[in-house]
């Protein structure tokens, strides 16, 4: 038996509208906000990287934790943005919360489902005694090729979790994933901006895997759709899940709270593990959660959660979700580049 102990997500203050990114390319304006349900998306500033927000996203998850950072003997974080190709981020995580030395820790990729990657191994090293604690991060900068699509998309945020045998604020019940070899979006080495399969990434790469992991889980656990309050799927747009959840037959006010990329964008390998925050920020004991997350490649990681007594003791011990994401300043389109710019040299 396993618990969510601690959590915590980071989001940066600055944003970009969509609007702005469609004049400056000629877009409409209306085509684009109404095609991917996104108005505006969160920008890494110029001193903010993967690590950064890994780092913030940690401390967050620590203070409501309430355990000696020392405890925590493996830590992951999942990104396709991580600053270096042969450095790990996850090192510079764990000496910046003070985990060091007697930890194990690596970074981890599977496009945006990374982070979820690294909650199923914490589970089982928890789980059969390994460790006592472990951490798990979802964080991206996601690049998006300057007039592509994924430009008006992709964001930046993450999402921290640390998981525990003695009681926490959710309990891990199940996990299930759903997993083939589906090139729908992929970046060669060296390259500095990811390409993808255009229509190709929707029915055979998102729906197939969220609906076969989603399924899955339902049926190893025998249970149904409307046994959950709460529903979080991976979000690379504002209509997929929805679409998702209208096959499933799951009302969209259930999906609402987990939803966040119409207002920050896709933070990739931390879309699903911040839209858990935003549930888990407002969820009441004995509530049930559903997520679903979805890494191009392909696979999905399915989980399903009960919330504890244990939320209303330690929410405020960190800042909630719904302040960084309040706390925001619009940049330009000129901004935008300077600050993805910076981050590479």
């Keep these: 038996m396993t618990y969510i102990v601690g959590y915590g997500a980071y989001v940066p203050t600055y944003r970009i509208k969509t609007s702005e ?31 950064t927000i890994a780092v913030e996203a940690a401390r967050n998850a620590i203070m409501r934790a309430k355990i000696d950072p020392k405890k925590i003997g493996a830590l992951y974080v999942g990104s396709e943005s991580h600053p270096y190709a042969v450095k790990p981020t996850a090192t510079i995580v764990a000496e910046a919360i003070g985990a060091t030395p007697n930890l194990t820790a690596a970074d981890l990729e599977f496009a945006c489902k990374a982070g979820t990657a690294g909650l199923q191994m914490i589970m089982g090293m928890v789980a059969s005694d390994m460790i006592e604690y472990g951490m798990t991060i979802g964080a991206d900068t996601a690049q998006g090729r300057p007039g592509d699509a994924l430009e008006y998309s992709a964001a930046s945020g993450g999402a921290a979790f640390i998981v525990g045998k003695n009681k926490g604020v959710a309990k891990l019940e199940s996990t299930f994933s759903f997993t083939t070899d589906t090139p729908d ?44 309050d709460y529903v979080v799927f991976h979000q690379p747009n504002a209509k997929f899940p929805l679409e998702i959840g209208k096959k499933l037959g799951i009302p969209p006010e259930k999906l609402k709270t987990g939803l966040l990329t119409p207002i ?74 300077k600050f993805r710019r910076k981050l590479k040299t």
């Design 21 to 51: 990114i469609a004049r400056v390319w000629g877009e409409e304006v209306d085509r684009i906000e109404k095609g991917l349900g996104i108005l505006e998306k969160a920008v890494g500033g110029v001193d903010e990287d993967s690590a």
């Design 185 to 228: 979006f992929w970046r060669r080495q060296g390259a500095d901006y990811p390409s993808h399969g255009g229509r190709f990434t929707g029915a055979p790469a998102y729906f197939k895997h969220v609906m076969g992991a989603t399924k899955g889980i339902l049926e190893k656990t025998n249970s149904k759709v409307t046994d959950y």
């Design 264 to 337: 920050i964008g896709n933070t990739y390998s931390g879309a699903s593990m911040v839209g858990l925050v935003a549930v888990l920020d407002e969820a009441k004991t004995g509530d049930r959660i559903l997520v679903t997350s979805f890494g191009s490649g392909a696979g999905s990681d399915a989980f399903t959660l009960t919330v504890t007594d244990k939320i209303e003791e330690v929410r405020n011990l960190a800042p909630l979700l719904k302040d960084y994401i309040a706390r925001k300043q619009y940049i330009d389109y000129a901004t935008y580049i």
